[in-house]
Nanobody, 122 residues
């Protein structure tokens, strides 16, 4: 699976962005998909995950209620809608894929996109 993330940009606090991650391959619908982020000088951290069917989602406490993950298996694409953005959301955001049904740990993911920068100013 090859992943291509897009949709990052610069916004003011309180604004919104929607990230997209397009996947190649015919087996996209069999993968759990996730978003991670990495701020300068920090470890890459889990943000959100969505099951292969889209029926289950999981979020880090820091984004719960503000971010929503969804997927369109017909388009081989997963999305991350980010609302009420805060300066602490500034990071490079990565999408990732795994065959593990439920996974929130970085080492559980086998495939990674190249990352897209999100910058939130106060």
């Amino acid at each position: 699976v090859q992943l291509q993330a897009s949709g990052g940009g610069s916004v003011q606090a309180g604004g919104s962005l929607r990230l997209s991650c397009a996947a190649s391959g015919r087996t996209f619908s069999s993968y759990t998909m996730a978003w991670f982020r990495q701020a300068p000088g920090k470890e890459r951290e889990f943000v959100a995950a969505i099951s292969w069917s889209g029926g289950s989602t999981f979020y880090a406490d820091s984004v719960k209620g503000r971010f929503t993950s969804s997927r369109d298996n017909a388009k081989n694409t997963v999305y991350l809608q980010m609302n009420s953005l805060k300066p602490e959301d500034t990071a490079v955001y990565y999408c990732a894929a795994t065959r593990i049904p439920i996974a929130t740990m970085r080492y559980d993911y086998d495939y990674w996109g190249q990352g897209t920068q999100v910058t939130v100013s106060s």
